[in-house]
């Protein structure tokens, strides 16, 4: 008897310490569930996922864009010009595969063209081509990276830079707003639709802000940076931005305010211009904007969206492109609510094996309709992020989980497929070129990172951001340092490389709308020559002078508000309205991104859905 005593008081102690700290068993756990081996284990399976689908893509599918895993075929999906390859460069440079990385980069000099008859997404073009292309050649052209390519002679940036210019006019409306749509070869088309998403016209900035720095030419970067402005302009008082808007008359369509669909990157992007340019301009947009959507928007651990003039909840959802906040958070600093919100989301993914593209959280099933899971890399890139900000394993846990749900149930013949319906796991014969470009990437830097990093991102020369398409944009000093004293809206510029010109608003406002004083209004373009010696800058009463002491934060950047109807409200900031805001939620920009963070230590962060009710 004394044996069975003995196992009942030691059960009984294990109990009263696990009560006691329950966090220090769950912590040994985990860190008992992926190994260092595991962990090499899982970064070499990520790394023959990404082949698997390469290759497949190489032997059935190019040149044409997108690969057709199930059939193994392929077929053009957004321009003709070989999408895949070009979304999967930066990738091959990340595994080191020179060989590979080389002879893509000189077929794309050599027989890529955009002198093409294709109507193409503004925003789809620039995140995957534009992107890919620059980030390749920054890659291809560096020493220091470790892949420099000895016969390159600029042509991807050369490519890029001619691209760019066939998208420039869609940037000529009113509100500075760009269309959806460009045909590459005629411009805009006369029937072209006026109503393009937030994300669409606010996630630009840092693709075209690297190829003016690269080109010594700012056109790229203003026409960007006046389409944040005419987006933010038009905010509703609660500085809540709706989904679809008119880029002519700048009237809101869809006044639904959320973090998810046709909205998710323009929060991504204020952010990252900041880190990646040090343009403060950025900086102030979003702790603004991130105020605002934590006030309004966040239900802990969930977000829904609301009516942005009114903030009333209109869909209890959450869409997977929301899944990218909480890596958002990381960058920001703002660690904690980013561990509940990922813990929720997950759970998800644990219920279905994917995330499908939405979840109703008042029925707490999947929304008819958005049954798919088309390789999202969201969820993933947030884990990734989590991983890299605190080191808690139970996120090497997660991404296992994720490659074993990629593996049984999305791999095909020849690639991965689209899963139609997470509910019984039906694959689709499609694979986004973004599975290569950011899917896959985000798990195999996980696993490295675990196991010990040897990559250009942990280790590489410079710090890197990735781009919403997962491409690589190096803070090197070119891109982040040039004309420096000259990013600041409203700082003496010394150089000759920014001709000023001053021109009219194309935006009428009450002078004295901004607390009784003379507005710094910041200009929208609404015509311009894609030369690079004609440029129209921003229009900034203190462009030489400097800033006067007596304006506002907001003045002095040239944010302005424009009510639509009645333009003689006053604009009050959140921050004096909502006092309290920030306090809960407090802002940090964090500087070195490598840098360990400790976790919440609060483990009631609804485990599963039950308790997310």
């Known amino acids: 008897m004394e044996a069975p005593k003995r196992c009942f008081e030691i059960l009984l102690l294990l109990l009263l310490l696990v009560s006691a700290n329950p966090n220090a068993f769950i912590h040994r756990a985990l860190a008992e ?93 620039t995140i995957r081509v534009l992107g890919g292309l620059l980030s390749a050649h920054l890659i291809a052209s560096d020493y220091a990276t470790g892949m420099k390519i000895p016969s390159y002679d600029n042509q991807l940036l050369n490519l890029a830079e001619d691209l760019a210019r066939r998208l420039l006019p869609a940037f000529e409306t009113p509100t500075g707003i760009p269309f959806g749509s460009v045909n590459l070869l005629h411009g805009v088309d006369e029937h072209e639709s006026k109503i393009t998403s937030t994300a669409g016209g606010g996630t630009l900035t840092l693709e075209f802000g690297v190829l003016s720095r690269l080109m010594n030419d700012p056109i ?31 009237e809101w369509t869809q006044k639904d305010a959320g973090i998810g669909t046709s909205i998710d990157s323009f929060y991504e992007y204020l952010l990252k211009a900041y880190l990646l340019f040090g343009d403060e301009e950025y900086l102030f947009i979003f702790q603004e904007a991130y105020a605002a959507a934590m006030h309004y928007l966040y239900n802990d651990p969930w977000y829904v969206e609301v009516n942005m003039d009114s903030a009333a909840i209109v869909w209890p959802l959450f869409n997977s492109l929301q899944a990218f906040w909480p890596g958002l958070q990381v960058l920001a600093g703002d660690i904690d609510p980013a561990i509940r919100t990922h813990r929720a989301f997950f759970s998800v993914w644990k219920r279905y094996g994917f995330t499908p593209e939405g979840f109703n959280l008042a029925t707490l099933s999947v929304q008819q309709g958005q049954k798919s899971y088309p390789l999202r890399p969201e969820l993933i890139e947030s884990t990734y992020w989590l991983y890299k900000a605190t080191r808690d394993p139970r996120y090497l846990d997660v991404g296992r989980d994720m490659v074993a749900s990629l593996q049984y149930g999305a791999r095909c013949p020849c690639g991965y497929c689209h899963i139609s319906d997470v509910e019984f796991h039906k694959q689709e014969d499609h694979m986004e070129s973004f599975f290569l470009a950011e ?96 440029f129209e800058s921003t229009l900034t009463s203190g462009l030489v002078k400097g800033f006067c002491p007596g304006l506002s934060h907001g003045q002095k950047f040239g944010i302005t508000y424009l009510e639509p109807v009645d333009t003689t409200n006053q604009y009050e900031s959140a921050k004096k309205r909502e006092p309290n805001i920030l306090q809960s939620h407090s802002m940090v920009v964090v500087p070195n991104q490598g840098s360990d963070y400790s976790h919440s230590n609060n483990d009631n962060d609804h485990d599963n859905l039950q308790e997310n009710q």
């Open 220 to 250: 790229f970067e203003q026409v960007t940076k006046n389409a944040v402005r005419g987006l933010w302009a038009r905010r509703s008082k609660l500085n809540l931005v709706g989904a679809h808007i008119n880029v002519f008359t700048g």
């Open 439 to 534: 899917t896959v990437k985000y798990l195999w830097l996980l696993f490295d990172l675990a196991v010990g990093p040897d990559n250009l991102v942990e280790n590489g020369p410079y710090k890197y951001i990735f781009s919403t398409e997962g491409h690589l944009l190096p803070a090197t000093p070119q891109i982040s340092l040039l004309r420096e004293h000259c990013s600041y809206i409203g700082a003496f510029c010394k150089s000759s490389d920014y001709n000023q010109e001053s021109r009219t608003s194309d935006i009428a406002t009450d002078p004295h709308e901004a607390n009784g004083s003379v507005s710094n209004e910041g200009q929208v373009h609404s015509r311009f020559s894609s030369s690079s010696t004609f």
């Open 33 to 125: 569930g992926v190994t260092p081996e595991e962990a090499k284990q899982l970064r070499d399976e990520v790394r023959g996922m990404f082949y698997h689908a390469f290759n497949g893509y190489m032997e059935h599918a190019f040149p044409l864009d997108e690969l057709r895993p199930l059939s193994c075929g392929g077929e053009d999906t957004l321009g003709g010009y070989a999408l895949t390859l070009i979304d999967s460069l930066d990738m091959l440079a990340l595994l080191g595969d020179w060989e590979h990385f080389a002879s893509s980069v000189e077929w794309i000099g050599k027989n890529l063209q955009f002198d093409i008859n294709k109507t193409v997404s503004v925003f789809e073009t």
